[in-house]
């Protein structure tokens, strides 16, 4: 088992910044992948990055390339908490902010934003970007 909490969010104006925070716990020798994604009202979950548990590579939502930043606090040899820096924000980056936990890595199936792939979830977290 593993517990994801989620914490950071919150409200801003357009061109505003805030950092998420996904703290790990439970089986946290598990992890390979970790990913945030979003979910607006009325529409699917979408990737909005993800990292490697070893090595670090990251891979980001064209939505999001250059303005976020993912990024992992490795103790004691096992991912403890995974960042998602958001940078330079949008009113359509308004959405809940979801941390996910992969036991494979990142691209096992593919492609790293594949919903179905995470098999913990947190709770979320809300972020809202005014104009």
């Known amino acids: 088992q593993v517990q994801l909490v989620e914490s950071g969010g919150g409200s801003v104006r357009a061109g505003g910044r805030l950092t998420l925070s996904c703290s790990i716990s439970g089986d946290v020798a598990s992890t390979n992948c970790m990913a945030w994604f979003r979910q607006a009202p009325g529409k699917p979950r979408v990737g909005v990055a993800a990292i490697t548990s070893r090595g670090g590579a990251t891979y980001y939502a064209d939505s999001v390339k250059g303005r976020f930043t993912i990024y992992q606090d490795i103790t004691q040899r096992a991912v403890r908490t995974v960042y998602l820096e958001m940078n330079s924000l949008k009113p359509e980056d308004t959405s809940t902010y979801y941390c996910?936990?992969?036991?494979?890595?990142?691209?096992?199936?593919?492609?790293?934003?594949?919903?179905?792939?995470?098999?913990?979830w947190g709770q979320g977290t809300q972020v809202t970007v005014s104009s």
């Open positions: 996910a936990h992969n036991r494979r890595w990142c691209l096992y199936s593919g492609s790293w934003n594949v919903a179905e792939e995470y098999g913990y």
